[in-house]
């Protein structure tokens, strides 16, 4: 029996194409990624819905360095996707190899994403990973060049697809053939996608030189001030208040309004930096600002200390800040 890896991502083009697959008789083993800017839970989610496990491999380091340096251009924020996805085919080329597969195959189809999936794009991808006319299309497939398995014919390309463009038509009522009920909007989980976090992110890249985990982490939660070489970072909500706590490095300082309900700003500051008083009172006005109650006040006590440290206290009166401790 012909066996397959097929790129995962849990969306409904990939469900499809293991069900495409599935008709054929092949056995199809599934394949997803997890980084810092995306995760597995989808491609877990739709797995179960086919019954099937889902093999998750971690790309994060490696992903960072292609988002920071691509090879290739960004999409429509910082997202490097050929890149990404040249990445993805040559992890799962490594696989292939060891595990004894026949062939690689994606969901993707022609022309739904115009910088990423079209001919060109295919080739180049294939060329770099080694892989010509070996990764299969299922979707698309009769649109594209015959791969070396529907050439010797062990696919047959008949029952292959010839869908392409950014219309889900096809793609919905594929579903209802194949009683496929729940499944994820097409948007995609990658938050590289979106620009404000993109923009928060070529910010990072431009004042860090080594960046780990909880950076990124920091840049998906709450609202962004930049203050000189440091940065205010308000809390949207409980969750985001609980989370800033959490994230804050020994050298960070931490505020909150005294007695009154409010946010948790973080001020993230450099390594071997002192805060600025200046910065203080910035942030200090901006989490007045941004507690309904502490606005309508003219004197406010502000909280602010560092992780295990004591607490000091600012008073805030109009838009002057005294420091009172
Ligand atoms: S949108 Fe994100 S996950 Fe998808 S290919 Fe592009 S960079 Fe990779």
């Known amino acids: ?32 990624f997890t980084s810092y800017f995306f995760n ?14 889902v093999r998750i491999i971690d790309i994060s380091k ?14 429509c924020g910082l997202n490097p996707c050929l890149d990404c996805h040249l990445l993805m085919i040559k992890k799962a080329k490594q696989i292939l190899k060891k595990d004894k597969i026949d062939f690689i195959a994606t969901g993707e189809i022609l022309g739904q994403r115009p910088m990423s999936q079209n001919s060109r794009q295919f080739q180049i991808l294939e060329k770099n990973a080694g892989l010509k006319n070996r990764v299969l299309r299922p979707l698309s497939a009769r649109l594209l060049e015959p791969t070396i398995f529907e050439q010797k014919g062990s696919i047959d390309r008949k029952k292959l697809l010839a869908i392409s463009g950014r219309s889900r ?6 579903a209802k053939k194949y009683k496929i009920k729940i499944f994820p909007s097409p948007s995609g989980g990658c938050i590289l996608t979106d620009p404000i976090f993109s923009q928060r992110l070529k910010d990072l ?11 990124i982490e920091l840049l998906k939660v709450g ?21 800033i706590k959490k994230m804050a490095n020994k050298q960070d300082i931490l505020m909150e309004i005294d007695k009154i309900p409010g946010p948790t700003t973080l001020i993230v500051i450099p390594a071997k930096t002192e805060i600025q008083y200046v910065i203080l009172q910035k942030a ?27 607490i000091k206290i600012l008073s805030l009166r109009g838009v002057n800040v005294v420091i009172a401790e």
């Open 1 to 32: 029996m012909i066996k397959v890896l097929l790129l995962f991502s849990g969306g409904l083009d990939s469900m499809l194409t293991a069900k495409i697959l599935q008709e054929q008789n092949i056995k199809i083993e599934l394949l997803a």
């Open 40 to 53: 597995s839970n989808q491609a877990k989610q739709s797995a179960k819905i086919l019954r099937k496990r």
């Open 62 to 75: 490696e992903h960072l360095k292609i988002v920071k340096n691509p090879r290739y251009c960004y999409g």
């Open 169 to 174: 038509k096809a793609q919905i009522a594929l």
């Open 205 to 215: 890249f431009n004042h860090k030189k080594r960046i780990n985990k909880n950076d």
């Open 223 to 243: 609202r962004h001030f930049p203050a000189n070489s440091a940065k205010i970072i308000i809390g949207r909500n409980h969750q985001e208040n609980l989370q």
């Open 284 to 310: 200090g006005q901006l989490t007045k600002r941004y507690s309904t109650k502490a606005q309508k006040l003219s004197e406010v006590k502000i909280k602010y200390w560092r992780k295990n440290k004591k």
